[in-house]
């Protein structure tokens, strides 16, 4: 069963590691990293943009899936289905469909607007005991066709957002979602360290997971991080294993053209990254 990422994100909080979420795209990717979790005894929470909800023929499908694959492979850690970078109406249609967690990203719009739309959809989530994410300060990188520059979230405008009792809070510090250019800056800690000071207790959420190196992630995690976003590092991992399957003609052997065969390599490869993440966030026996 589907649970909300509440508990599990207020006890890595106190714990001192962060729970991983990783954006699925497809069954196997679904599956790859249910079965990771499962193995590793860990919590987990299955990331799904808005662009993938529609690639997997909407949010009900999506559901069906990871419900029918929870009660199939006997997983028993905790799992969370989250709605990531969520509108205001996506929102909406998640809590219809059977979303156990969501996101409102609310982060373009200005402060007393994200104000009153959080509130709104904080209380539409928790009628349904759904938790609920919110964004203070634009996330760099292109997530979806959105693009930002990577700034650092005002600390004030945080406590405001963490007031109005989200579940946990994504703040902008430098991150930037996709891969980091060369001349990178690296991840604000003051800006962390200040927006941990005015929230508390509060978990914090780190996006754009990918290639920040792992001492920044140790010390993001020390600093109140419990939820670090992967997503665009499977999708590197499944895109070169993949590769290399075809360009050493496999799919020319015998039955190799079958796609069980096909994309057995990149499964591999997702479940690798997923377990070197849940080994660096410290989430490994913590279900
Ligand atoms: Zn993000």
């Given at each position: 069963?589907?649970?909300?990422?509440?508990?599990?994100?207020?006890?890595?909080?106190?714990?001192?590691?962060?729970?991983?979420?990783?954006?699925?795209?497809?069954?196997?990717?679904?599956?790859?990293?249910?079965?990771?979790?499962?193995?590793?005894?860990?919590?987990?929470?299955?990331?799904?943009?808005?662009?993938?909800?529609?690639?997997?023929?909407?949010?009900?499908?999506?559901?069906?899936?990871?419900?029918?694959?929870?009660?199939?492979?006997?997983?028993?850690?905790?799992?969370?289905?989250?709605?990531?970078?969520?509108?205001?109406?996506?929102?909406?249609?998640?809590?219809?469909?059977?979303?156990?967690?969501?996101?409102?990203?609310?982060?373009?719009?200005?402060?007393?607007?994200?104000?009153?739309?959080?509130?709104?959809?904080?209380?539409?989530?928790?009628?349904?005991?759904?938790?609920?994410?919110?964004?203070?300060?634009?996330?760099?990188?292109?997530?979806?066709?959105?693009?930002?520059?990577?700034?650092?979230?005002d600390p004030e405008e945080c406590k405001k957002i963490a007031d109005l009792g989200v579940d946990f809070l994504a703040a902008g510090i430098g991150n930037i979602h996709g891969k980091y250019p060369a001349n990178w800056k690296g991840l604000s800690f003051e800006t962390l360290d200040a927006v941990q000071q005015k929230t508390g207790d509060l978990p914090l959420?780190?996006?754009?997971?990918?290639?920040?190196?792992?001492?920044?992630?140790?010390?993001?995690?020390?600093?109140?991080?419990?939820?670090?976003?992967?997503?665009?590092?499977?999708?590197?991992?499944?895109?070169?294993?993949?590769?290399?399957?075809?360009?050493?003609?496999?799919?020319?052997?015998?039955?190799?053209?079958?796609?069980?065969?096909?994309?057995?390599?990149?499964?591999?490869?997702?479940?690798?990254?997923?377990?070197?993440?849940?080994?660096?966030?410290?989430?490994?026996?913590?279900?």
């Amino acid at each position: 069963m589907l649970v909300s990422a509440t508990e599990m994100l207020n006890k890595a909080k106190a714990g001192h590691y962060a729970v991983g979420q990783f954006n699925i795209n497809n069954l196997e990717w679904t599956k790859a990293i249910l079965q990771t979790a499962q193995e590793l005894n860990s919590p987990v929470i299955l990331g799904v943009s808005e662009g993938a909800g529609k690639y997997m023929c909407g949010y009900q499908t999506v559901v069906g899936m990871v419900n029918g694959m929870l009660k199939e492979l006997n997983i028993t850690v905790p799992v969370a289905l989250h709605l990531d970078h969520g509108s205001y109406e996506h929102c909406y249609k998640c809590l219809e469909a059977g979303f156990s967690s969501i996101m409102f990203d609310g982060s373009h719009y200005p402060i007393e607007e994200n104000v009153e739309k959080t509130k709104e959809l904080v209380k539409a989530a928790h009628d349904k005991g759904v938790s609920i994410e919110a964004e203070v300060g634009a996330i760099g990188g292109e997530e979806d066709g959105v693009i930002g520059m990577g700034e650092c979230a005002d600390p004030e405008e945080c406590k405001k957002i963490a007031d109005l009792g989200v579940d946990f809070l994504a703040a902008g510090i430098g991150n930037i979602h996709g891969k980091y250019p060369a001349n990178w800056k690296g991840l604000s800690f003051e800006t962390l360290d200040a927006v941990q000071q005015k929230t508390g207790d509060l978990p914090l959420v780190l996006h754009g997971g990918t290639g920040i190196p792992a001492d920044m992630i140790k010390k993001a995690i020390s600093l109140g991080v419990a939820k670090i976003n992967v997503n665009t590092e499977c999708q590197l991992s499944f895109a070169a294993a993949t590769r290399k399957y075809v360009e050493e003609g496999k799919d020319q052997q015998g039955k190799g053209y079958d796609p069980r065969k096909l994309l057995a390599p990149g499964f591999e490869a997702i479940k690798a990254t997923v377990k070197e993440k849940m080994e660096l966030f410290g989430s490994v026996g913590k279900a």
